[in-house]
C-alpha cells in the first residue's frame, strides 16, 4: 500500500514539476514530408491526409518539403484548404538546391505558417494556364481565371502577413524570384540549408491561431520522415504524361492483337488493364480528345488493313493519324504536362511495325493453303488400291476411300486427290511415279 502510495505521489510530482510555457505550440515530432512530383490529386490526397494525421496526433507541426513546376488547380486549393484549417503549424520548405516551387507550388508556400527556401531555389510564375480543347483563345475565360487566382494568391499572402502584391504579379505577371529576394520581398520568412538548420532558426518564430499569437518551439523536436505508400507511390506514377501515354499504347496494342488472334485471352487481359490505368491517369492530365479520336482512327485503320485491299494505303494513313493524335493528345502549353518527343516517335514507330507484322501475318494465314478437313484432302497423293475405271478403291492420308476417276487407273498407281464429292468419294487422277 505505501510503495503504490508513493508510486502515485512521484508521478504527480513529475507532473507539477515539468514546465508549461503558455501560448506554445505541443512538444513531439515534427511530421516531414518530401513532394518532388506535380501537385496532382494523388499528392494532394497524400499531403491533406498526413496533415489531417499530423493534426490527431498533435505534432508540433508538419513540414512539407516541395519541388513542384505546378499543377491542377483543384489539387492545389484542396492542400491549401488543409494548410488554413489546420491547429498545429504548417512549414513548407522548398528543398533541395536547385529546386523551384512553380504555378501551385507558389501559392501552397504562401498558405503555410512558415515559409523556406534553400539556396539556389526559386519561386514565382503562378500564372493560370488554360486547360482543354478551345480554352486557348477563349480570353474571357482567361481573364477570369487570371483575376481568380490573382485575388486568391494576395488574400493567401494576406493572411499569413506576407507581401501582396507581390504574391498578385507572380500570377498576373508570372514573376519568379530567387530564395534570396523571396527573403528581401517578405515572400518567404527565412532561407535555410537543411531541415536542420530550418527548424533551429524556426525556434520562437510566432504564428496565429484562432486571434491568438503562439510560439513555436523546436528545440526538443524530433523530425519523423513520412513517405507515400506503395499505392501512392503507383498511382502518381501513373500521372505522369509519358506513363500515361506508354500504359494507353501498350492497352491499344493488347486488344488488336486479342482481335486479330481471337483466343489468345491474356494480350487481351494486359489490354483491358492497360486501358484502365491510362483512363485513370488522363483524369488529372488536360487530355484533348480530338488526340484520342485520331488515335482510335488509326487502330480502325490498321485493322482494315487486313480485310481490305488497300496496297499500305490504310496503313500509312493509320500510321499519320497515330502521330498526330499522339501529338495533339496533351492540350497544354506547360512543359511538366507534356509527352515526351523521343517517346512518342519510339512509340508510334514500334506500334506501327507491331500492327503491320501482325497484319501482315493474319493475311498470310488466310492465304495459307487448307491443311486440315475435307478441303485439306485435295492435293493430297495417295495410290490405287484396286483398277479404277470410273470407281475404284485408293488409299490417301494412311485411310481407305471411295474414289472416282474421269480416266481409266491401273492398280499400285499413283493418284492425286482432286476433289472431295459428296458421301465422302474422291475424285482422282493418276500421276505419274516421277511427279510424285
Known amino acids: 500500500m505505501q510503495t503504490t502510495l508513493f508510486k502515485l505521489l512521484t508521478i504527480v510530482f513529475l507532473f507539477v514539476g515539468l514546465p508549461v510555457q503558455a501560448g506554445s505550440a505541443v512538444q513531439g515530432s515534427v511530421r516531414h514530408l518530401s513532394v518532388a512530383s506535380s501537385i496532382n490529386p494523388v499528392t494532394a490526397s497524400f499531403i491533406t491526409e498526413q496533415i489531417n494525421f499530423a493534426n490527431q496526433n498533435t505534432d508540433a507541426a508538419i513540414l512539407i518539403e516541395i519541388d513542384t513546376p505546378g499543377g491542377l488547380d483543384t489539387a492545389m ?11 498545429i503549424p504548417v512549414i513548407v520548405y ?18 503555410a505558417d512558415f515559409a523556406a527556401m534553400a539556396p539556389g531555389t526559386n519561386i514565382g510564375a503562378a500564372h493560370p494556364v488554360a486547360i482543354g480543347a478551345g480554352k486557348q483563345a477563349d480570353s474571357t475565360m482567361m481573364e477570369k481565371a487570371e483575376n481568380d487566382a ?3 494568391a494576395r488574400s493567401l499572402a494576406q493572411k499569413r502577413g506576407r507581401n501582396r502584391d507581390w504574391a498578385e504579379q507572380a500570377v498576373r505577371e508570372s514573376v519568379s524570384i530567387s530564395a534570396q529576394e523571396a527573403l528581401e520581398l517578405s515572400v518567404i520568412d527565412l532561407v535555410a540549408d537543411d531541415t536542420g538548420h530550418l527548424l533551429k532558426q524556426l525556434d520562437g518564430y510566432k504564428y496565429i491561431r484562432d486571434g491568438k499569437a503562439l510560439t513555436f518551439q523546436s528545440d526538443a523536436v524530433v523530425l519523423q520522415p513520412v513517405e507515400m505508400n506503395w499505392r501512392q507511390n503507383i498511382l502518381n506514377a501513373l500521372s505522369n504524361p509519358n506513363i500515361a501515354y506508354l500504359l494507353m499504347m501498350l492497352g491499344v496494342i493488347g486488344i488488336f492483337f486479342e482481335i486479330s488472334q481471337p483466343g489468345v485471352i491474356f494480350p487481351g487481359a494486359i489490354g483491358a488493364i492497360a486501358i484502365l490505368l491510362a483512363l485513370f491517369a488522363f483524369s488529372s492530365l488536360p487530355i484533348n480528345y480530338v488526340g484520342v479520336l485520331l488515335i482510335v482512327v ?8 487486313v480485310t481490305v485491299t488497300s496496297y499500305g494505303m490504310l496503313a500509312i494513313g493509320g500510321l499519320i493519324a497515330m502521330t498526330f493524335g499522339s501529338l495533339m493528345l496533351i492540350d497544354s502549353s506547360e512543359p511538366y504536362l ?9 512509340t508510334v514507330i514500334v506500334s506501327a511495325g507491331f500492327f503491320l507484322f501482325a497484319t501482315g501475318m493474319v493475311v498470310r494465314t488466310q492465304r495459307r493453303p487448307v491443311t486440315s478437313g475435307q478441303e485439306g484432302m485435295v492435293g493430297e497423293v495417295g495410290r490405287a488400291l484396286e483398277p479404277i475405271d470410273g470407281n475404284g478403291k485408293v488409299f490417301v492420308h494412311g485411310e481407305y476411300w471411295q474414289a472416282c476417276s474421269a480416266q481409266p487407273i491401273a492398280a499400285e498407281t499413283p493418284i ?3 476433289r472431295v464429292m459428296d458421301g465422302l468419294k474422291l475424285e482422282v487422277k493418276g500421276i505419274e511415279p516421277e511427279e510424285v
Open 94 to 111: 522548398i528543398a533541395p538546391q536547385g529546386a523551384r516551387a512553380a504555378s501551385a507550388g507558389t501559392l501552397i508556400t504562401l498558405a
Open 416 to 418: 492425286e486427290v482432286i
Open 298 to 305: 488509326a487502330i480502325i485503320l490498321f485493322i482494315l488493313e
Open 77 to 87: 486549393r484542396e492542400i491549401i484548404q488543409a494548410e488554413l484549417n489546420s491547429v
Open 338 to 346: 507534356q509527352i515526351s518527343r523521343a517517346i512518342i516517335a519510339a
Open 150 to 152: 490573382a485575388a486568391y
